[in-house]
């Protein structure tokens, strides 16, 4: 299983970043995924997940209406456009094939300075 995920970076307040997932070594379009964070000095915290159809998507409270998870299942890749970032929002975040992220690539950092 290789799910590498990239579109991190540094951004202000209020800005937009997409993130995007890259995923091989597993029949992708039959698994639910999951986007997971850990923030410095944090446990992992689940963001977002969306069922192996796309057809259903769940949010944390905290990026409910700020982010959008979705998917292409044609070309194997997992997105989450986050948008309104705060700096609350600072992590690492990862692309998962369980909700708890413990089957996981390398993740991607998202900064946010205030």
Same mark, same amino acid.
């Given at each position: 299983?290789?799910?590498?995920?990239?579109?991190?970076?540094?951004?202000?307040?209020?800005?937009? %970043?997409? %993130?995007?997932?890259?995923?091989?070594?597993? #029949?992708?379009?039959?698994?639910? $995924?999951?986007?997971?964070?850990?923030?410095?000095?944090?446990?992992?915290? %689940?963001?977002?997940?969306?069922?192996?159809?796309?057809?259903?998507?769940?949010?944390?409270?905290?990026?409910?209406?700020?982010?959008? #998870?979705?998917?292409?299942?044609?070309?194997?890749? %997992?997105?989450?456009? $986050?948008?309104?970032?705060?700096?609350?929002?600072?992590?690492?975040?990862?692309?998962?094939?369980?909700?708890?992220?413990? #089957?996981?690539?390398?993740?991607?950092?998202?900064?946010?300075?205030?």
């Amino acid at each position: 299983v290789q799910l590498q995920a990239s579109g991190g970076g540094l951004v202000s307040t209020g800005g937009s %970043l997409r %993130l995007s997932c890259a995923a091989s070594g597993f #029949i992708f379009k039959l698994n639910s $995924m999951y986007w997971v964070r850990q923030a410095p000095g944090k446990g992992f915290e %689940l963001v977002s997940s969306i069922t192996s159809g796309g057809g259903q998507t769940d949010y944390a409270d905290a990026v409910k209406d700020r982010f959008t #998870i979705s998917r292409d299942n044609v070309r194997r890749t %997992l997105y989450l456009q $986050m948008n309104d970032l705060k700096p609350e929002d600072t992590a690492r975040y990862y692309c998962a094939r369980d909700r708890a992220g413990t #089957i996981r690539g390398k993740g991607t950092q998202v900064t946010v300075s205030s």
